[in-house]
Every structure is written in structure tokens, then in C-alpha cells.
């Protein structure tokens, strides 16, 4: 399947676009194909050399530096393989017609081959359907009869219901927001901020009530089941269900504040996590169907000719919840997690349509996988399964049945990666584009953002400016069942964002504070690392940091490039200092430094994320055997092929690294050379004032302060001592 979403890039973006679409995703490719260990790597390079591959690395200098890349040869070939792709998607799709696959319906969206499901509409349909005698919306009849007050204080209820005054919108688009601080026992250091009247800070319940989370039938039954693997028997009996920090999120979560938890873990926490959102999405999807259910009943019984204003209960469009993605193997995750928490017990299995289809394109082969790549334990955890990262699927959901690939229009939740979402908006220009299916969402949850810094970015802010607009068609919508909040088109400051990520990022930190709007405020988990990575280096080496000044956040790239040409490159130029790697998180400096390199003709080699296998191979060989002095290096390698490079001597972090565990690991591969400690090793980092997040992760919050207050510019730390 990784041909057809080769293909529906290519058709539908620009030629840079399938460039950077298309390198990109050969990069994943290699991450599944690549046989070699690190001991049959070095047999590989050797051969490679025999086949005396001629260097294919004459990018026009610094054509690379307008989009991802521009012209090189290495992007050349690419081209072709998108050729190829393109052939063999149209075998797949002259097949699928044979096989009576509906594969016609999404064509408007420049997708070729992208299968939507058309046969199980009118049983889906939110229009058309009814409240379910047996099912009750969350006994909610029962309840309304008693007191309507119980069931308006459902968070939903409150959080939905609630109407904004134009005062109120006005405040929130001008005033900026107040904030306040507290601590929870297990989220640590909050910060609470909104715009509109003091919200009374969430106190941490020690205990919650399951009643008092108001979570919709069958999950009150289902999802101590599905839980009940994260939990320990430490778990207090009077909380039988969530874990400690899963209790803590929900709440935040229940009360559709925003949040921003910048700890997430794939190793440790990542799957609880992904329980958690999964539970309040689908709480959500199903008190908001119920409510359309049970309307539909109630207008159905009504008298002719009785209007009524009192059923506005939807969006403009369906989907609610946007739930974004780095691989399909999430995907597939979240899929499962939803079908067992809809799944009451063995004996009232849900049905869920094009299942099979779904596990075909989403699972992987666990063969695939070569057996003896030796890789760290949380690269493993992050890579793991199917990582194609261009896909988006629609599920609708509706009692006790479950719809994949429903068409967009007709899904409550869509789950998708950035690249997968870029690709169906489109660019301003083209006439395939589509985004009206996101005017309507209440929830948008991000996982794992600080890998979409890895990926590209850009695709997150160009989902964000295109999140919550007026629809440019109605799609057949009843206006009469339309919130208001809506029609006011004030839909983003009802929207809920979760956004979880393993670090604190000014970018993303940007996205959270920018572009969510939602009226009850927002939660952002703000601990500060008390030690940093730094005390992970084993290696004995003297680290010397080195502060530059620079005026405003823009003018630091240009400024650390001076500096550093100026300044930290002379001392290297000596024949002495030989293999040195330059470590550079941004692709954009790589190629500045490699033009910079070249133009001064130094004896160096470079490797990034697009370099073939042949030229990763030269390039670890002639630094290590010393044949070239300087090693260009860039972060974005490191985090997709995490390889030990030999031959380390010098090390020169031309910025800090974006995980702060980078910084440990590159600097412990000095000893991987066997030549013994070598008392000439030398470790130089560049930082500014704009770099406190990342200098805090390596370092630790005490020492960073001294050194972005200090006189000093230059600082040493000394590891591998005792």
C-alpha cells in the first residue's frame, strides 16, 4: 500500500512537494529494509568501495536550501522511483476494479485508488438512524425523568451546551490570558491559564468516582478490561480502574480544557497514554451520536408542524474528533483500543466493517523486520510495526457497530499523520483541495509531536490554519439541527487540543499557545529537568560550552553560523584536530555548512537523511581510516538509522540536539573506537539564550540558569571522571 500513498502525493502536490514526500519516505523504506548489522555493515562498506559507486552528491550548491531539497542528483532518481510507484499503483487499482473494490468514490480529492467504504451508508447515517430502545443514551432518559440536573452536569453536556457571548469571543481574541500555577501529585508542575472569569483551579482528586466521570455506556463496563494491563496491584481498590497518571489526565481531559503533556515516553507511558485519549474521544463520539439518536426520535414523534429550535445537536460537518498520528501502526493501536472498548464481552462481538481491508494496509509482517539490527530500546518502541507515514481513515461509529474507511463526511473521528492530512488540503491554488470535513471538530488530539519535528513541521501549522473554517459547501447538512456555535462560526474556541509530545519544544510549545482558543482554558505540564543527559556520557571528556548573543530569535541562525566560522572552526582546521563531527539538528544549517565546506575546499564528508546507502557507507569509512577530517552529520539521521559512527575524536554540537538523549549517546560513541582513551578528546557545544529548554535537558535547570546569567560566555564541564 505504500505504492498508492507514494502515488497520491505525487498527483496532488507541487514537484517540490513530491520530493521531499518521496525522499522521505525512502528513507522509511530503508529503515525496514536495511539487513545489515553493525559488523556486516563494515563488510558492506568495503564492497561498496569495489564497486567504486561514483559520488552522486553534485547538489548545485545551495539549490538544497529552498524547500526540503532541491535539485540534487540524489532527489533525481527519486523522481523516477515515484514513476515507478505510479505504475505499480495502477496495476494494484486495475486490480482492485477487478476485484469489484470500490476504489472511485474519493477521486475529487486527488487520491487516486484511496478506498472508501460506500455500502454501509444509510446504516451509519446519523440522519436516518434512531435511539436504540435497549441501548438508552447513557440512561439518560431514565435520568431526565427523575432530574434533568444529573444529566446536566455532564462535562459534555456543560462544555457543549454552554453559549458564548460576542463580549466573550471578543475578550478572548484581545485580552491575553491570566495563569496560575499548582501541583498534582503525579503530573507534577501545572500551569492553568484562560482568558475568560477565574476558573477555580482543578484540585487533583485523590479518588474518582467512575458515576462522577459520566462515561457513556458500554465504557464504564468495558475499560476496566482494557486497562486492566497498566495496572498494578498496588492500584488503590477505591480506583479500580485508571492508573495514576492516567487518572490525572482523564480528569484534565473530562473537563475539555486543553492540554499540553510534554512527557509522553514510548518505552514507559506511551500506551497508557493512548488509552486515555482513546477512552474520552470515544466518550465523546458516543454522547454526541446519542444525542442525534435520540432527537431524531423525539422529532420523529413529535406533532406536524410543531417547530422546534430545541434539537440543534451537530457540527456543520460530521467528523468531531481529528486524532494526528506519526505511523500506521498508531493508527492500527487506536483502532484496536476503540473496538475493545466498544466490545461489552466475547459473546457481543461489534461489527466492524472492512476489518480485514484495515488490517491489510495498517498491520505489518513481523518478517520484514531484519532480525539482528542492534538499535537502542526506544528507537525500537518508536519504529515499531507498519511505519508508513502518508496515510488518513475515517471511522464512523454508531451503537454497537463500527465503520472503517467510512468517506470523511460521514466519519465521527479521522485518524491521520500530517502528511496524510497535507496531502487532502492541498496547497492555496489547486483545485483538488478539500478541508470543510475540519470546520466542525470538538477534539483534536496530536500524539507524539516531537517526531513530526523529525518528519516536517510544516504539514502540522498547515493542518492548524486550516482547522475550524466556515465549510465552502454545505454537504447536505440540516441547518435547523446546526449549533449555533457553529453558524457563529466561533467553533475553535469550543475545539478541545490534547497535544502530547517526549519534550518541550519552542515550536511546539507555539502550536498549543497560538492556535487553540478553547473557552475553558488550557492545562501545559511544565516540570523542569533537575539533572541532565550530560550525566549519561561515559566517556572521559572535557565539554566546553559556548554562549553567543544574538539580538532576537531570527537573526540566532545567522549569528551562530558567524560565530561559528569565526570563532570554533579555526581552532579545528588544524591537521591535529582530525575526526571531528559536526552535529547539525537543522537540515537547513547542514547544507549552509556542507556550501560553506566545500567553498573553502576542506578535507570533509557529510551525511544526512537523504544520503544513499552506498554514501553513508564511504563517508563512516573515510572518517574513520582519517582520510577526511570533518564529518557533517545531521540529527535527523541520528533519529532514523541511529548507526554508531567510529573514529570520534573531536566533537563539535553546532546546536543542541533536540533530544536531549542524543547528546549522551553521541558522545559516548567516542569510545567505540578501540584505540583506548585518548587524552586529546575535546567536546564543543554552541548555545544561546534562546536555547534554554534544550541546554536545560542536557545540562539541568541549576546550571543552565548560571550559564545564561554568568558573565562568562564559556563554561566547562569535565565527564567520565570518577
Known amino acids: 500500500q505504500s505504492e498508492t500513498s507514494d502515488k497520491s502525493s505525487a498527483e496532488s502536490d507541487s514537484e517540490t512537494e513530491v520530493e521531499q514526500v518521496s525522499v522521505y519516505r525512502k528513507l522509511l523504506a530503508t529503515l525496514k529494509t536495511s539487513p545489515e548489522s553493525e559488523s556486516e555493515e563494515e563488510q558492506d562498506e568495503s564492497e561498496s568501495e569495489e564497486a567504486g559507486e561514483s559520488e552522486t552528491e553534485m547538489d548545485s550548491e545551495g539549490s538544497q536550501e529552498t524547500g526540503e531539497a532541491g535539485g540534487s542528483e540524489e532527489d533525481k532518481n527519486d ?7 505510479t505504475d ?14 470500490d476504489t ?16 454501509h451508508e444509510t446504516e451509519f447515517s446519523l440522519e436516518t438512524n434512531f435511539m436504540e430502545e435497549e441501548s438508552g443514551d447513557c440512561n439518560a432518559d431514565k435520568r431526565e425523568s427523575t432530574s434533568s440536573q444529573a444529566f446536566s ?3 459534555f453536556k456543560q462544555h457543549m451546551d454552554k453559549e458564548l457571548e460576542e463580549k466573550e469571543v471578543e475578550k478572548m481574541s484581545t485580552l491575553p490570558k491570566t495563569s496560575s500555577q499548582s501541583k498534582w501529585p503525579r503530573l507534577g508542575q501545572l500551569t492553568f491559564s484562560s482568558t475568560l472569569e477565574k476558573r477555580k483551579t482543578l484540585k487533583a482528586d485523590k479518588e474518582v468516582d467512575v458515576k462522577q466521570l459520566y462515561l457513556h455506556k458500554p465504557l464504564e463496563s468495558t475499560w476496566p478490561k482494557v486497562n486492566k494491563q497498566f495496572l ?17 489526565l482523564f480528569y484534565i ?3 475539555y480544557r486543553d492540554l499540553f503533556y510534554p512527557e509522553r515516553n514510548a518505552l514507559t507511558n506511551g500506551e497508557e497514554i493512548r488509552h486515555a485519549y482513546c477512552l474520552h474521544a470515544l466518550n465523546h463520539v458516543l454522547k454526541a451520536n446519542a444525542q442525534v439518536l435520540s432527537n431524531n426520535a423525539k422529532r420523529r414523534d413529535q406533532k406536524p408542524g410543531t417547530d422546534n429550535d430545541d434539537y440543534r445537536d451537530q457540527g456543520l460537518t460530521r467528523p468531531k474528533v481529528l486524532m494526528i498520528v506519526p505511523f500506521r501502526e498508531c493508527a492500527l493501536r487506536i483502532v484496536h483500543i476503540f473496538i475493545s472498548l466498544l466490545e461489552v464481552n466475547d459473546k457481543r462481538k461489534i461489527d466492524v466493517s472492512n476489518k480485514k481491508r484495515f488490517k491489510g494496509e495498517f498491520g505489518s509482517d513481523p518478517e520484514e523486520k531484519p532480525p539482528n539490527l542492534k538499535r537502542p530500546e526506544d528507537y525500537e518502541a518508536v519504529f515499531a510495526g507498519n511505519i508508513d507515514d502518508h496515510f488518513r481513515i475515517g471511522v464512523a461509529i454508531l451503537q454497537k457497530s463500527m ?10 473521528i479521522i485518524i491521520a499523520s500530517p502528511l496524510g492530512m497535507r496531502t487532502i488540503i492541498g496547497a492555496e491554488g489547486e483545485k483538488k483541495r478539500d478541508f470543510d470535513f475540519l470546520s466542525s471538530i470538538e477534539i483534536l488530539i496530536i500524539d507524539q509531536a516531537d517526531i513530526y519535528l523529525m518528519q516536517n513541521w510544516e504539514h502540522v501549522l498547515h493542518l492548524m490554519k486550516h482547522i475550524n473554517l466556515l465549510p465552502r459547501d454545505s454537504h447536505g447538512v440540516d441547518f435547523s439541527r446546526v449549533r449555533m456555535l457553529n453558524l457563529n462560526n466561533w467553533s475553535k474556541y469550543y475545539r478541545q487540543t490534547l497535544l502530547f509530545s517526549a519534550l518541550q519544544d519552542p515550536q511546539i510549545n507555539s502550536v498549543f499557545n497560538k492556535h487553540c482558543f478553547n473557552y475553558v482554558g488550557q492545562v501545559a505540564v511544565r516540570n523542569v529537568p533537575l539533572s541532565g543527559s550530560i550525566s549519561h556520557v561515559v566517556v572521559q571528556l572535557p565539554h566546553v560550552f559556548r554562549r553567543l548573543e544574538a539580538e532576537n530569535v531570527t537573526s540566532v541562525i545567522d549569528t551562530r553560523f558567524q560565530f561559528f566560522i569565526d570563532k570554533v572552526l579555526p581552532e579545528y582546521r588544524d591537521a591535529i584536530m582530525s575526526h571531528t563531527l559536526i552535529y547539525v539538528p537543522s537540515y537547513f544549517d547542514y547544507v549552509r555548512l556542507r556550501n560553506y565546506f566545500k567553498k573553502e575546499e576542506l578535507n570533509f564528508t557529510h551525511i544526512c537523511e537523504y544520503t544513499k546507502k552506498a554514501g553513508v557507507c564511504r563517508a563512516r569509512r573515510f572518517f574513520l581510516k582519517g582520510e577526511k577530517q570533518f564529518l557533517l552529520f545531521t540529527e535527523r539521521f541520528h533519529f532514523y538509522k541511529r548507526y554508531t559512527i567510529k573514529g570520534i575524536r573531536n566533537l563539535i554540537f553546532y546546536e543542541l540536539p533536540t533530544y536531549s538523549h542524543f547528546y549522551s549517546e553521541i558522545c559516548n560513541m567516542m569510545k567505540a573506537t578501540d584505540n583506548g582513551v585518548d587524552a586529546t578528546w575535546t567536546c564543543t557545544v554552541l548555545y544561546s539564550k534562546y536555547d534554554a529548554q534544550k541546554l536545560a535537558a542536557v545540562v539541568g535547570i541549576d ?11 564559556v563554561h566547562l564541564f569535565v565527564t567520565g571522571e570518577n
Open 79 to 85: 523522481v523516477l522511483d515515484q514513476q515507478e510507484a
Open 88 to 101: 505499480t499503483a495502477e496495476q494494484t487499482l486495475a486490480q482492485e476494479q477487478a476485484d469489484g473494490g
Open 104 to 119: 472511485s468514490c474519493d477521486l475529487s480529492h486527488g487520491v487516486i485508488e484511496e478506498f472508501t467504504d460506500v455500502k
Open 153 to 155: 452536569e455532564d462535562p
Open 232 to 248: 498494578s496491584s498496588a492500584n488503590k481498590p477505591s480506583d479500580p480502574s485508571f492508573t495514576p497518571l492516567q487518572r490525572e
Open 253 to 255: 481531559m473530562n473537563t
Open 403 to 412: 465503520r472503517l474507511y467510512a468517506p470523511f463526511y460521514s466519519s465521527d
Open 703 to 713: 546550571r543552565t540558569a548560571q550559564m545564561l546569567q554568568s558573565k562568562k560566555n
